[in-house]
């Protein structure tokens, strides 16, 4: 019975994810966003955004000059060093720009909680707010749509990496660059919401 009710519960947050995916996938006020940053503390900032449109056409792309050095870590994962972002804007200066492409959009993005997050502590520290948008995680979607149930004893689903999600659907993975992230997120998302028309219910758990 038990079993059981893990399936039913499964098969009702899959097809609510498809739902999800399948109007992401229709709405063109989505967009799909991705950052790059100076580490995952309390005081990461960003050094690479980028936002993508549903249609796939780049909306922002750039690096931005962090008020601190970039960590040698941070670095080696996504091959920003201080060299390169020497010359970029602050964020006080892309968040103009950041505000026109998201402002009252749906923003779809690949571990919501963490972006969001990053993006909110820049905005304060510089002191303006930020934009008001819906904000929709696509990594707890690919987790419910997979549906493997999580090791820790909470419950829910496992997590995966953008990249995990990619190789899934034979997607080129981001490679740790915010645009190619962003655009990684919205092909995972649109083969979500592919998935839900063609493939029937199989858990990657089932025996």
Same mark, same amino acid.
């Given at each position: 019975?038990?079993?059981?009710?893990?399936?039913?519960?499964?098969?009702?947050?899959?097809?609510?994810?498809?739902?999800?995916?399948?109007?992401?996938?229709?709405?063109?006020?989505?967009?799909?966003?991705?950052?790059?940053?100076?580490?995952?503390?309390?005081?990461?900032?960003?050094?690479?955004?980028?936002?993508?449109?549903?249609?796939?056409?780049?909306?922002?792309?750039?690096?931005?000059?962090?008020?601190?050095?970039?960590?040698?870590?941070?670095?080696?994962?996504?091959?920003?060093?201080?060299?390169?972002?020497?010359?970029?804007?602050?964020?006080?200066?892309?968040?103009?720009?950041?505000?026109?492409?998201?402002?009252?959009?749906?923003?779809?993005?690949?571990?919501?909680?963490?972006?969001?997050?990053?993006?909110?502590?820049?905005?304060?520290?510089?002191?303006?707010?930020?934009?008001?948008? %819906? &904000?929709?995680?696509?990594?707890? /979607?690919?987790? $419910?749509?997979?549906?493997? #149930?999580?090791? !820790?004893?909470?419950?829910?689903? %496992? &997590?995966?990496?953008?990249?995990? /999600?990619?190789? $899934?659907?034979?997607?080129? #993975?981001?490679? !740790?660059?915010?645009?190619?992230?962003?655009?990684?997120?919205?092909?995972?998302?649109?083969?979500?919401?592919?998935?839900?028309?063609?493939?029937?219910?199989?858990?990657?758990?089932?025996?």
């Amino acid at each position: 019975m038990a079993r059981w009710n893990v399936r039913s519960r499964w098969e009702a947050d899959r097809e609510a994810i498809l739902n999800w995916a399948q109007s992401v996938a229709l709405n063109p006020q989505v967009v799909f966003l991705d950052t790059e940053t100076t580490g995952v503390g309390g005081d990461a900032e960003i050094c690479d955004i980028a936002v993508v449109a549903s249609d796939g056409r780049v909306l922002l792309d750039t690096l931005v000059k962090p008020k601190r050095p970039i960590p040698p870590d941070a670095s080696r994962i996504h091959g920003i060093y201080d060299h390169h972002v020497a010359g970029a804007l602050s964020w006080e200066q892309v968040y103009p720009r950041f505000v026109d492409v998201i402002a009252q959009r749906q923003v779809v993005v690949y571990n919501a909680h963490y972006d969001q997050g990053v993006i909110s502590r820049c905005c304060h520290s510089c002191r303006v707010n930020l934009p008001l948008s %819906r &904000w929709d995680c696509a990594m707890k /979607a690919y987790s $419910a749509y997979v549906g493997e #149930p999580a090791s !820790h004893s909470r419950g829910g689903y %496992r &997590w995966f990496k953008l990249d995990q /999600a990619s190789a $899934a659907f034979d997607i080129n #993975p981001g490679g !740790h660059r915010a645009a190619a992230d962003a655009e990684a997120c919205r092909l995972v998302v649109h083969a979500m919401a592919n998935a839900g028309m063609e493939q029937p219910l199989v858990a990657a758990w089932d025996p």
